[in-house]
Every structure is written in C-alpha cells, then in structure tokens.
C-alpha cells in the first residue's frame, strides 16, 4: 500500500496559487542569510513578530492577575458583610415598639430606633451599639458584638457609645447634678 505523499506548506501554497516562486524564493534567501549572520558572528536576530507577541503575552497576563486581584478583593469584602449579617442577625438585641425612643443621626439624618428602657440606657452607656445593614434597617448589638462589627468593617456601626462610660471631668462644676429624664430626647 502506497503512502500518500504530504506536501510542505510552501509546495501546498505555490500549487493552490496563493504564493509565486519569486516571494519563496526570497523568504529562503533571507531565512538563509539569517542564519547565516548567527552563526558567523553569533548575532541574534530578533523578529519582531516574536517580540509583538511575547509583548502582548505579558500584557495579557498582567491584565488577567489585576482582574483576579479585583475579583479575590470582591470575594472577600462579600465574606465579611456575610459574616457581619450573621454575627448581626444571632445576636440582635430585641426592640420595644412600645419602648422609649433612642434617636440618632445617620448620612445627616434622624432616625430613631424604640428599645426598652433598660437596653435605651446601654446604647447610652456604651454597652450596646447601633449597626445598620441594607435591607434589614437598624438593629440593636451588645458592644462586645459592635467592636467585632468594627474590627471587620466599621461602615456599618452607626451609633457606639464606647467611650461614654461614667468618667467626669474632675473640675466638671455640674458633675453633682443630675440631668433630668425629661430633657433626654
């Protein structure tokens, strides 16, 4: 059984018509002088084809790590806003309709949230926090709950008290004098 005679890309080119023997002829003389001009004095010639490419191999790789970088970056901040609505959600301290108003301001704004008056006088204290998250309003957190809220993204603590605890000035004049229960809004 006879092989079947395979034709080299140049022979296949010049037979469909696609390339002349005069073009052939001169691709082989500078393939030959090419090689020729390494090996007498040991020049590289560089082609600048392979260097277009090379150079837009780079490129693209370069482009490719920043976009991993983006997405790896995306990835993470949606990891924490997930673990900060779960630690929000276990652990939210229960609000009283009924209760006493605990007003406060967010993006300029007054909001108001209603609480017991047990869990009003944390907030004020500082043992409680408010955090607000998107599509769950705001929700009332022990202060240990907040500082772990703010150690992943202090974004979402709106109202945290932390350094009100009972310390007054020593040359405070008014320091004996109760504020009355009736100017607290």
Known sequence: MKK??????QEQLLKSGLASDAKAKQVKAEKRKQTKQQRNK????????????????QQQAERDRELNRLRQQAEEQKALSAQIRQMVEQNTIAQDENGMAYRFTDHNKVKSVYAAPKVREALVAGQAAIVRLDGMGYRIVSAEIARKICDRNAEYVVVFN?????TVAVDDPYAAFQVPDDLIW
């Open 4 to 9: 079947p005679q395979t034709l080299s890309l």
């Open 42 to 57: 040991g020049i590289e010639v560089t082609d600048a084809v392979k260097l277009d490419v090379e150079q837009a191999r």
């Open 162 to 166: 932390e350094n009100s605890g009972e």
